[in-house]
């Protein structure tokens, strides 16, 4: 057993953003578990993933109905992998994902079947992409603001003509909000009217985790009825609330309402520090989450796969 495997540890993983032309090259040329699941991902959409994840475009990669079943794959294919390499299933004290990557979360918690899942998060995406079309709204990244400050200012940019709330409290001092257009805009001007160091709009057209996405998240959780879901095999972190998820039941509810609800990436780490977790593995391309853990508390550790000392390459770029 490994060091890091001696004390508990939890395994994150990464939602929408970390994709990029190219990503577990190198993990699936190395390893066949995370070759099989690429190719099992392939067979169950009836695309070629694994072209387009290799290839590129790197816009059609980007699209959310690509970018979300790609993601999910390489972050299943790296958790396969170290289980591969170990001999042995991975026994994490909790698990937790970023948005999307709490699909993924799911997966490794035995909560969801890797086919099930693939094809819920496909799903997640053609939803998305559509209300992003029929109800076109905005997202921005605010740093260095206080989240409570951040929370009021977009109390006062929303009114009757639109509505704009905290969507991700992602780490300190990096926060994103979402809305409409023009209430995002006016909350935009406040935040730097306040002290914010930074607003950077996103280049998306989908509001996600906003009152905007309410219609589509009650869609998907019509998707998400139809599913037999397990009990969690291990305590899942749940994005709105921050707290452990141990039956379906909560699983279920979580999953329906978070496309619309916010993420509380910042609490989600705190919870699981303050459960004796010192040790964060990543699985999923890139390192964007090692990162925000990393500013969230500097006294965690966080592993990739390159880090395991298994022989297995990191999939980040």
């Not at 607003?199 to 037999?228: C, K, N, Q, Y």
């Not at 916010?262 to 964007?288: C, K, N, Y």
Request: with cysteine; charged share 20%; aromatic share 2%.
């Amino acid at each position: 057993m490994a060091v890091w495997q001696s004390q508990p540890y939890a395994l994150v993983f990464p939602g929408q953003g970390a994709q990029f032309v190219g990503m577990g090259a190198t993990l699936i040329e190395e390893s066949p578990a995370a070759a099989q699941t690429v190719g099992e991902a392939d067979e169950i959409l009836g695309v070629s993933l694994s072209e387009l994840m290799a290839n590129g475009p790197a816009d059609e990669l980007e699209d959310t109905c690509n970018a979300q079943p790609a993601i999910l794959t390489i972050s299943v294919a790296a958790l396969r992998a170290v289980e591969s390499a170990l001999g042995d299933r991975l026994h994490p004290a909790m698990v937790a994902g970023h948005s999307l990557g709490e699909f993924s979360a799911l997966v490794a918690a035995g909560v969801l079947d890797f086919p099930d899942a693939l094809r819920l998060v496909r799903e997640r995406g053609r939803i998305m992409k559509a209300a992003g079309e029929t109800s076109p709204g905005a997202m921005a990244a605010v740093l260095g603001l206080d989240d409570e400050v951040l929370a009021e200012v977009c109390r006062e940019a929303s009114n009757d003509g639109g509505e704009v709330v905290v969507a991700n409290r992602n780490c300190p001092g990096q926060t994103v909000i979402s809305g409409d257009v023009g209430a995002l805009e006016r909350a935009s001007e406040l935040a730097k009217e306040r002290g914010a160091k930074r607003v950077a709009r996103l280049g998306v057209s989908i509001a996600s985790h906003s009152p905007l996405m309410a219609d589509a998240a009650a869609e998907f959780g019509r998707h998400v009825a139809e599913l037999t879901l397990a009990d969690p095999q291990v305590p899942v972190v749940a994005n709105g609330s921050a707290q452990p998820m141990t039956g379906r039941a909560e699983v279920a509810a979580e999953i329906s309402a978070q496309m619309a609800a916010p993420v509380d990436w910042t609490g989600s780490v705190q919870t699981m520090r303050a459960a004796g977790i010192h040790t964060f593995v990543e699985l999923g391309p890139g390192a964007v989450i090692a990162g925000l853990i990393k500013r969230i508390d500097r006294e965690a550790a966080v592993l990739s796969i390159a880090d395991l000392g298994l022989g297995l390459p990191s999939t980040a770029k």
